[in-house]
């Protein structure tokens, strides 16, 4: 089955800084990469997603980029605002997804005033 | 539009009891899930169905059993609770036979197995 490996687990930038989260998986049938913003207490929501025939994908100042070749993806927060800090969750879906997505274990970026 | 919907929101319980945990959506998804949040371990895929009718296992199954009652609503239970179940519980649904169809989540059952 599918491995997604995250990095780093913590994360702590200056509120005004850029944040990079990396991921790595494992099967190469993977095609779709969303990414979850969970805050303390709450559930994870989508902030945004690629597909696998996209190398970049833009949403204000949140990016994230896909090397298939590599098989990893990050996501790239820039300007960051307290109200990023959070848990950062990626995952990857491989064939039609009917068995779920498999996550990666999760950053927890923490944003200094 | 509620989405995904959980119930209980908290519970404790004694080792050896048994639960259930209930989910019910209302975006007329094919697929449901459950997971379980535990802290270092992100989200792990406990049982899943991919469509009314079916359910099969994830990556942590073991102690624990499921039904898709229906379209709407897949239940969870622990038949004998043990404190390795101490945990934050998530349903999640989505479309099928999209490959792209993000996961929504219902706002999770804390327990805590004594």
């Known amino acids: 089955g599918e491995n997604v490996e995250q990095h780093p687990s913590t994360l702590s930038v200056q509120e005004g800084d850029s944040a990079v989260i990396k991921c790595t998986y494992s099967?190469?049938?993977?095609?779709?990469f969303p990414w979850y913003k969970q805050e303390l207490g709450k559930r994870p929501q989508l902030i945004i997603d690629?597909?696998?025939?996209?190398g970049e994908k833009k949403d204000q100042r949140i990016a994230v980029t896909l090397n298939k070749t590599a098989k990893h993806f990050s996501l790239h927060i820039t300007e960051t605002q307290p109200e990023d800090s959070a848990v950062y969750f990626c995952?990857?879906?491989?064939?039609?997804?009917?068995?779920?997505?498999?996550f990666g274990k999760g950053t927890h970026l923490i944003i200094q005033p | 539009n509620a989405g995904v919907t959980q119930t209980p929101k908290f519970q404790v319980l004694k080792t050896g009891q048994s639960m259930t945990l209930q989910c019910a959506q209302d975006?007329?998804?094919?697929?449901m899930y459950w997971y379980r949040q535990d802290p270092g371990m992100g989200l792990r895929l406990i049982y899943y169905?991919?469509?009314?009718?079916?359910?099969d296992k994830g990556e942590v199954p073991n102690g624990y059993n499921v039904s898709r009652l229906n379209k709407r609503e897949f239940s969870l239970r622990l038949e004998s609770a043990a404190p390795s179940q101490t945990s934050v519980y998530f349903c999640?649904?989505?479309?099928?036979?999209?490959?792209?169809?993000?996961?929504?989540f219902g706002n999770g059952t804390r327990l805590t197995v004594t």
């Open positions: 099967d190469s049938a993977s095609n779709y």
């Open positions: 169905s991919a469509s009314e009718g079916t359910t």
């Open positions: 975006m007329n998804h094919n697929s």
């Open positions: 999640a649904s989505r479309r099928a036979g999209a490959y792209n169809s993000p996961l929504h």
């Open positions: 690629i597909r696998s025939n996209v």
């Open positions: 995952a990857a879906v491989s064939g039609g997804g009917a068995d779920g997505l498999t």
